[in-house]
């Protein structure tokens, strides 16, 4: 099994929702990330997780919380998210090093009305 | 500051010849680069990857060269096939880290 998942495809919320987007993989990555792409630009990093544990945060807002709960899950918890963070998230995982690609989910849609 | 740039924004090839997509970088602590090509709705797929103890990582059609003096990589592609159509991203990182840096892009359109 070489594939990431993610659920759901798409997902429209409210300024006021909270809502959780998820990721899974049985690859046996022992790292996991969340990025944001936005319409023609590159993916940005948002937060890297290493053995379960997070290991790195790009200053990213307290409305986006990340939770690993095991080495196949990552969770993105979303709350009071504002018309700009709008945008298709992106799951990837991999070894966490030396040199091992990224393999990426097809990504979640999120519109934040 | 771009720390990853690709200057072509897009790219049109015939369909046999090669296609050649660039990448700079500034930051010279980068020393592992790959490839990604990514098609509209879904997830950027790895193509390859290229160290910087090589200056050349050769996978079936595609072959990653490495300058590191100029700070430069490219993508070949040959020969090119209308399947290729996507956006390529070129992405670095550092040894000591998980932060692989992603370049903004070139739509590549091979031409049958």
């Known amino acids: 099994d070489t594939e990431v998942t993610q659920t759901p495809k798409h997902l429209v919320m409210g300024m006021t929702n909270k809502k959780s987007l998820k990721c899974e993989q049985h690859?046996?990555?022992?790292?996991m990330y969340w990025y944001k792409q936005k319409a023609k630009k590159p993916p940005e990093l948002m937060f890297v997780?290493?053995?379960?544990?997070?290991?790195i945060n790009e200053s990213v807002p307290s409305r986006f919380s990340p939770e690993c709960p095991n080495s196949s899950l990552l969770n993105l918890h979303l709350h009071a998210l504002q018309p700009e963070d709008s945008a298709l998230y992106l799951c990837?995982?991999?070894?966490?090093?030396?040199?091992?690609?990224?393999?990426f989910g097809p990504g979640t849609r999120l519109t934040v009305l | 500051d771009q720390q990853v740039k690709q200057n072509s924004p897009s790219l049109s090839v015939q369909e046999g010849r090669i296609s050649i997509l660039n990448c700079d970088y500034t930051?010279?602590?980068?020393?592992?680069f790959l490839w990604y090509k990514k098609y509209p709705a879904e997830g950027p797929t790895f193509l390859i990857s290229?160290?910087?103890?090589?200056d050349k990582n050769e996978d079936g059609r595609f072959t990653v060269f490495l300058n590191k003096s100029a700070k430069h990589l490219s993508l070949h592609i040959v020969p090119s096939q209308p399947g290729d159509s996507a956006v390529y991203f070129c992405?670095?990182?550092?040894?000591?880290?998980?932060?692989?840096?992603f370049g903004p892009g070139t739509r590549l359109s091979v031409l049958p």
């Open positions: 990837a995982s991999s070894n966490p090093r030396p040199f091992n690609e990224q393999f």
């Open positions: 690859m046996g990555h022992r790292a």
């Open positions: 290229i160290s910087s103890i090589k």
């Open positions: 992405a670095a990182s550092r040894r000591d880290g998980q932060n692989f840096v």
């Open positions: 997780y290493s053995y379960e544990k997070l290991s």
């Open positions: 930051n010279s602590m980068f020393d592992y």
